[in-house]
């Protein structure tokens, strides 16, 4: 059961236009929303995050958009550049046991080229 | 800041073999938790500790597979015996405070190969 869901494992960009990663979640109980970014041979590391009472967080050239209703929410990368390369996970937290416990999706592996 | 470390980077072993896998989280981190990767699943949650405890280990697949957290600045995962599925990359994480909104610091993973 995937709560998480990356559908696109992978994505192409060209260097310089806009990468829009997408992720789909069917716990309505998640409240914070996180995006990492993980390149081979090292751990994910934390990109940027949105709380569920907003629809939009921006942080240079990155922005994550939230829809609730359609439960979805995307990353902008804009604009893209070759470093951008590598895989990003979404992640999602709810309380669960007492504690916020954190959902990864399968990620999504993009690639800029120069 | 050394990060999260962990140790060995990569683990091959022969099916039946114990394997332990070691992790030590980021000073003052209260919080840590074991994932698992493949293509198939992703980030899969293994087991959560909060000061040392264990608080969830539903995503554990079974007895095979233990976790412990003697101290605050060291924790164990075994593999007992081993089998060629559990070949992934198994990652370590640590996270100050358990509020909304806290990152987690991951490790740079092992890799283990099960033949």
């Known amino acids: 059961d995937q709560q998480v869901k990356q559908n696109s494992p992978s994505l192409s960009v060209q260097e310089g236009r806009i990468s829009i990663l997408n992720c789909d979640y069917t716990?309505?109980?998640?409240?914070?929303f996180l995006w990492y970014k993980k390149y081979p041979a090292e751990g994910p590391t934390f990109l940027i995050s949105?709380?569920?009472?907003?629809d939009k967080n921006e942080d240079g050239r990155f922005t994550v958009f939230l829809n609730k209703s359609a439960k979805h929410l995307s990353l902008h990368i804009v604009p893209s550049q070759p470093g951008d390369s590598a895989v990003y996970f979404c992640?999602?937290?709810?309380?669960?046991?007492?504690?916020?416990?954190?959902?990864f999706g399968t990620g999504t592996k993009l690639q800029v080229i120069p | 800041d050394a990060g999260v470390i962990q140790s060995p980077r990569h683990e091959v072993t022969e099916m039946g073999q114990e394997v332990t896998l070691r992790c030590k989280p980021i000073?003052?981190?209260?919080?840590l938790f074991w994932y698992r990767q493949t293509m198939m699943r992703g980030l899969e949650l293994l087991i959560y500790?909060?000061?040392?405890?264990?608080?969830?280990d539903s995503g554990m697949p079974e007895d095979r597979f233990s976790a412990k957290m003697p101290n605050a600045s060291f924790s164990t995962l075994k593999i007992q015996p081993s089998e060629p599925r559990d070949s992934a990359v198994y990652f370590c994480?640590?996270?100050?405070?358990?509020?909304?909104?806290?990152?987690?610091?991951f490790g740079n993973g092992t890799r283990l190969t099960v033949t």
């Open positions: 500790f909060n000061n040392n405890v264990p608080i969830d």
């Open positions: 994480a640590s996270r100050e405070g358990s509020g909304i909104g806290s990152p987690l610091h």
């Open positions: 716990n309505s109980m998640f409240d914070y």
């Open positions: 992640a999602a937290s709810a309380i669960s046991g007492g504690y916020q416990k954190v959902t």
């Open positions: 000073s003052g981190h209260n919080s």
């Open positions: 949105i709380s569920s009472i907003k």
